[in-house]
């Protein structure tokens, strides 16, 4: 998985009207984690990025979000110091995109793009967006990834055609020249990029509880665009967590991706994060006498589910925390039932 955000995704804090503000934070908050931690997601950034918003005027760049905050008496909710930090980490923890391959410069005479020049919106530099265009374009038909390009903003145009019958491409002290026409795909949010690579791709590479909670996070949005519901509110990366021994009980028992109950597991839990499990959400109890009380972890309550009924019997077990949000615990067969703490 591979996104190249731009200096305008960075600085769309400081312009989001009051509709969009926590959803341009929110997409600076997921790249933010992608970046500290295992969710094997490459963010590229563009070069010199920095300098492009300071040399658009818009760096130092606290001030700029704290006027948006204040604008929408968003203080208590919304830290522009915060925003800036996290600028700072994603870009000294990301790749510029000339170092990302091989190729680290494109030149192209007589360049054609449709929609038009005009159609492109940059609060920095439209020439540079285009060339960072062609440049991924390149990059993806040459090695075969697939890097998105995420703008953070809801673009009207979002599919573009980029055509040149003199491109020079530089990679390793040589250079190529090329006929290129490839159709240029814009993504505009975080969310976006996530439902464009797909759970299931995510779910097979699911090795730590980060990639496991991406994938999680990704089936949500799935199922909710699915029925119509936004996914642009408050559900987030923090919404559930994983448990320590979550991610061994998955291969203990054949939950994992590769394992027998692998994907029926993974879309019981995704359902239940969701809203909608497939199967009743039940106390665990103490034992199995009727009158057993739930099982407790200070104020957190154990509860478990069916992942399957039959054959080994088995179940997921969670704790409903007093936040209001699921940990998830651990999976476990009917003849070994346990939950742990």
């Not at 250079?175 to 097979?204: K, M, R």
């Not at 309550?301 to 179940?315: F, K, N, P």
Request: include cysteine; proline fraction near 2%.
């Amino acid at each position: 998985m591979q996104a190249l955000i731009s200096s305008d995704f960075i600085i769309e804090p400081a312009f989001a009207d009051e509709n969009n503000i926590h959803k341009s934070v929110n997409d600076i908050i997921k790249i933010n984690k992608m970046v500290n931690n295992d969710y094997k997601v490459d963010i590229v950034t563009q070069d010199e990025l920095i300098s492009k918003l300071s040399d658009a005027g818009l760096y130092p760049c606290e001030r700029v979000f704290r006027e948006n905050i204040a604008k929408y008496n968003l203080e208590d909710e919304v830290s522009s110091h915060d925003i800036v930090t996290m600028i700072h980490n994603i870009v000294q923890r990301s790749e510029e995109l000339s170092s990302y391959t091989d190729i680290f410069e494109v030149e192209s005479d007589e360049l054609n793009i449709s929609p038009d020049k005009k159609s492109i919106f940059s609060r920095c530099n439209v020439d540079d967006l285009i060339n960072d265009f062609m440049m991924i374009s390149i990059i993806n038909e040459t090695y075969h990834h697939d890097v998105k390009f995420i703008t953070g903003r809801g673009d009207v145009v979002t599919s573009y055609t980029i055509k040149s019958d003199k491109v020079v491409i530089y990679s390793d002290e040589q250079s190529e020249q090329l006929d290129v026409e490839h159709n240029f795909i814009l993504t505009p949010s975080v969310d976006e990029f996530l439902i464009s690579v797909g759970s299931a791709a995510i779910w097979s590479k699911a090795s730590n509880s980060y990639i496991l909670s991406l994938a999680i996070y990704t089936r949500v949005l799935e199922l909710r665009t699915s029925s119509g519901e936004t996914y642009d509110d408050d559900f987030t990366l923090d919404s559930f967590s994983i448990g320590d021994k979550f991610i061994d009980s998955l291969s203990s028992f054949q939950c994992g991706p590769s394992g027998r109950f692998g994907n029926v597991c993974f879309e019981a839990i995704s359902r239940l994060i969701f809203g909608s499990p497939k199967d009743e959400l039940n106390e665990f109890r103490t034992s199995s006498a009727k009158a057993a009380k739930q099982r407790k972890r200070g104020e957190d309550l154990a509860y478990r589910t069916h992942v399957t009924s039959s054959g080994e019997g088995i179940r997921l077990m969670v704790w409903y925390l007093a936040s209001g949000e699921f940990e998830l615990a651990n999976v476990g067969n009917k003849f070994d039932l346990n939950i742990e703490a």
